[in-house]
């Protein structure tokens, strides 16, 4: 089976902070997602990335970063976070066909006070 | 742009009923439809994947069906228990994919 591991269930930082959000997959998948989820707005899609070194923004991009260095690691970068980040982040992987399906994390849910 | 539409937001039903969950979308031209379920504070799991070409597939007690020209997909869940009890959420990929904001299934022992 498909292991996406996302690095905290829970997290609490302050406003203002650098927060680091880490995913990693173990079935050398090409593909990799970050989403936000909220209630009453569903799974927004804010980066991903089809090749090490390579990223493209998905809908919510702003005043989110993401770095692949290596192919089975996908980190999501709070460049200085602030309350609307408040959410919970899942990430999902996928292999390289476009009709495969996406495999997800259990979600970090990250609080910023 | 998109839009997927789940529809009811909410189901409650009698154990070993039978069911069904409704998905729509705007934009026909896609590669896959998606069936995923959550459990409350959870990640997704993904049930059923039927490619645009497929008309269903099918897992155990699940029953996914597609027809594109309409921009409608259902999920059809027989003998409901209540380990059942979770939101189920359609998604559906062109080029990325998007997601319509789930039903909250329950079903009552």
């Known amino acids: 089976d498909v292991k996406v591991t996302q690095s905290s269930r829970y997290l609490v930082k302050r406003t203002g902070e650098k927060v680091f959000l880490e995913c990693v997959q173990d079935?050398?998948?090409?593909?990799m997602f970050w989403y936000r989820q909220d209630p009453g707005l569903g799974l927004r899609l804010i980066y991903f990335?089809?090749?090490?070194?390579?990223?493209e923004k998905g809908d919510i991009p702003e005043g989110y970063s993401v770095s692949r260095e290596k192919k089975e690691r996908f980190s999501l970068i709070l460049e200085s976070a602030s309350t609307n980040q408040t959410s919970m982040y899942l990430c999902a992987s996928s292999s390289g066909d476009a009709g495969r399906p996406q495999h997800f994390g259990d979600g970090t849910r990250l609080s910023i006070l | 742009k998109q839009e997927v539409t789940q529809i009811p937001a909410a189901l409650s039903v009698p154990e070993g009923e039978n069911l069904v969950l409704n998905c729509s979308f705007t934009d026909s031209a896609i590669y896959n439809l998606q069936w995923f379920r959550q459990d409350p504070g959870k990640g997704l799991t993904s049930l059923l994947l039927?490619?645009?070409?497929?008309r269903e597939q099918t897992s155990g007690r699940l029953n996914a069906s597609l027809d594109k020209s309409s921009g409608r997909s259902t999920l059809y869940i027989a003998a409901s228990q209540p380990g059942d009890s979770a939101t189920y959420l359609c998604?559906?990929?062109?080029?990325?994919?998007?997601f319509g904001a789930g039903t909250r299934l329950t079903v009552k022992p």
């Open positions: 079935m050398d998948h090409e593909n």
């Open positions: 039927i490619q645009s070409s497929q």
């Open positions: 998604a559906v990929r062109k080029v990325n994919m998007r």
């Open positions: 990335s089809y090749d090490v070194k390579m990223k």
